[in-house]
């Protein structure tokens, strides 16, 4: 693909005149189709409706663009698109952008967004901007990142669009479910972003239409890629912060939700740039709501929309409202209340599923939100202290979070942590979540931890923020709970899970603020306020029907209760973080974690053992290996004796930081300890899980599979078959393992009589035989199931020969070592083979011995 700038000066320059003679043809070709309109339009006033004849405002024209003559500019574009380079394409768009007008441009605009973001039924994959990484394809990444910059060419042409007011259609089947239903019921949504845009259809149409400004219509194509779009399978392992989407998300964010400043930047720094975007002729939602839910909660009518007399002063930060609202819209707003209350039910089917990318993007959305809201001056971060004076930015950041995300984002995470599915990708939710509830990271003046690394405290800044989040922390720490309950702690990604969670909640002096704000919602109500009347007040607010209440606490306390039932209903049933459920939750949490670090222990110790009673030359692959496998309850065994330390590690912080938060006693969770049997017998084991015997065997008790679930105990597996005909392991060859299966099964055929007279003699040829012809410990094997034990016995095996062990990977890498280092004191492959099987012998003919005397010893 060829990059812009590379080639010769005068390559360049042809290029350059080839375009400009082919937008003078163009311009040609349009000025001939202009002067034919006022003929055709006499004659035919349908073909091209004029304004002077039909009289409608030029207004009404742009928000229609489909009824247009096609435009000769987007047929050449689109020419372009398959027949250039990416990076050539680029360079004409931009030059296109800058020199064409406003009128031409609108034209090309919903073609090119959707060229871009790709289409909102997912059939056109566009750029792929969520698979484009800088490391493996620099040059496109570094284009499509220019082009798409919040300074870039791309938001010119939004901005020139945006100066003449032209309205662009999209569907609203394409919005989240919440949305889509609630206006095709024709109630008007909660949402600002949604007032005077939706569009009936006309007479024989089809759908509804949102009406939408080019800067919208550009960030709900942007947002929405992110769900619509499908990775390709290729791209499945893909680093999501490295992806080109990811980066755009952040450099938007930083844009328009600025940390520094109370303006926004200027569109372009350069001489002569364009001037920054005009507001749009209808805001996007009244400056003087911010902190305000509507004081009624009855639905209104789509067709009631009303327009909107917004403060001038909040045509400064229109896109940043814009921005904020899009992104929370489609990538929170996919739950509502009604729809979280019906999910609660084990029949009811989900509506969306987010993915780990999602769930990473909006972790990103609200890190930056809540740097967003801490860059507040001191003197405006408290309410008393709000003057007229503030800027509208600052305004903003005050009202971003309690006003536009909370709500959603609550529903979102209550969905995530019900039905995310119990593995180790749960920890994208997770820290998408701890992200949210610690605005303090993410302050300007963070506090220096101290020399010995202790938790900071939590300062009494953040209480408020503590008290009108309360769900955030206690009801979804529940939520955790069972969770945690139901997985295998003994994999060290999930006790990292637990130890993140513990670590966050046992920070100094938070437990104590999620306490306060638990007592200010359970206080009895001096009066019950009506269900309209749950609301956030605004900082200058100071209503007669709040006169009467004690001033601070009772203020407090409102917020908190208003916060509780908008969240979950007037009619919730809340469960105490601290209270005695909860309480018994943790302690049976600690008391699975306990056990979780003896099971960690025990795996650790088996693995020692196995790998220590190992014979050496089973290593050349010359003696049986076990083939049975070892505990594939957790990623233990994968990982080695470093997963077990680190599992070990995180168990046991984890249990010191619930200790620490609900004041619990080492002699507490030793009682729980030996009153749920985690004590072991008298060898050193663990027990069997729990389970009464049947007329067939064991069967497992409720506490039993619990046990086997969670990892806490478990039956000692063992194959019982024909070791023969075990399925083929990963570190054998299939192929040569088929070939020597129906070699030695001839051969035990052929001589099968000769074989079992060697192995009856009583001598040391006999002793030889058996050593070898028959399965050792075939006889000592503890049959645990009945049935298993009928089958065996009906199955007898004779002595035979087996020849698998050649087929292993390690068995032919020993030999091929064998002769490489023979050959390095020049002993060629006969004599290194010869020297091999004597050796074999000589420790057969001891294994013999040892056999027999031990046989002899048991006697």
Known sequence: ???????????????????????????CLWASVLKLLPMQASSKKEWFPQVAVFNV??????????????????????????????????????????DFPAKELHAIFPWLVESIFGSLDGVLVGWNLRCLQGRVSPVEYSIAME??????????????????????????????????????????????????????????GLGLNLALNPFEYYMFFFALSLITQ????????????????????????????????????????????PNPSPAPRTPTMPFASYGLHHTSLLKRHISHQTSVNADPASHEIWRSETLLQVFVEMWLHHYSLEMYQKMQSPHAKESFTPTEEHVLVVRLLLKHLHAFSNSLKPEQVSPSTHSHATSPLEEFKRAAVPRFVQQKLYLFLQHCFGHWPLDASFRAVLEMWLSYLQPWRYAPE???QSSDCQARCVSERWAPFVQENLLMYTKLFVGFLS??????????????????????????????????GEQLFLEPELVIPHRQHRLFTAPTFTGSFLSSWPPAVTDASFKVKSHVYSLEGQDCKYTPMFGPEVRTLVLRLAQLITQAKQTAKSISDQCGESTAGRPFLSWLGFCSTDTNGSYAANDLDEMGQDSVRKTDEYLEKALEYLCQMFRLSEAQLTQLTLALGTTQDE??????????????????????????????????????GDSELQPIRSYEIASLVRVLFRLSSAINRRFAG??????????????????HLTEPGLADRHLLSPVARGCAARRPRGPRLSLRFLGSYRTLLSLLLAFFVASLFCIGPLPCALLLVLGYLLYAVAMTLLTERSKLHHL
């Open 57 to 98: 405002p030029q207004e009404a024209a742009m928000a229609f663009p489909h009824l247009q003559q096609p435009s000769f500019l987007l047929a050449s574009l689109k020419a372009d698109s398959v027949n250039k380079p990416f990076a050539q394409r680029c360079q004409d768009l931009a030059k296109v952008i800058e």
């Open 754 to 771: 000769p074989m079992a007279a060697l192995c009856s003699r009583a001598d040391f040829l006999g002793s030889f035989c058996r050593y």
């Open 1 to 27: 693909m060829d990059q812009p700038g590379c080639g010769s000066v005068r390559e360049q320059g042809r290029r350059d005149t080839a375009l400009s003679w082919k937008y003078s043809l163009f311009w």
């Open 683 to 720: 060898n050193g084991k663990k027990q069997l899980p729990d389970c009464v015997v049947g007329e067939d065997g064991l069967i497992l008790t409720p506490l039993g599979r619990y046990q086997i679930i969670n990892g806490l105990r478990r039956f000692d597996i063992e194959y019982q």
């Open 147 to 204: 082009f798409l910059d919040p300074g870039g060419p791309m938001m010119k042409l939004v901005y020139k669009l945006q100066a003449e007011d032209y309205k662009f259609d999209f569907p609203v089947s394409y919005l989240p479910g919440p949305v889509k239903a609630s206006i095709q019921e024709r109630v008007l949504p909660d949402s600002p972003l949604y007032h005077n845009k939706v569009q009936f259809p006309p007479t024989g």
């Open 446 to 448: 963070k506090q220096a």
């Open 483 to 516: 969770r945690a309950l139901r997985t295998d702690l003994v994999s060290p990604k999930n006790a990292l899970m637990v130890f993140r969670v513990a670590k966050v909640f046992a920070q100094p002096n938070l437990a104590e603020m999620i306490q306060k």
């Open 230 to 273: 499908k990775p390709l399978p290729g791209t499945l392992h893909i680093r999501t912060s490295d992806c080109a989407y990811f980066i755009l998300v952040d450099r938007y964010l930083s844009w328009f939700l600025p940390t520094e400043g109370s303006v926004l930047p200027a569109l372009s720094s350069s001489p002569g740039g």
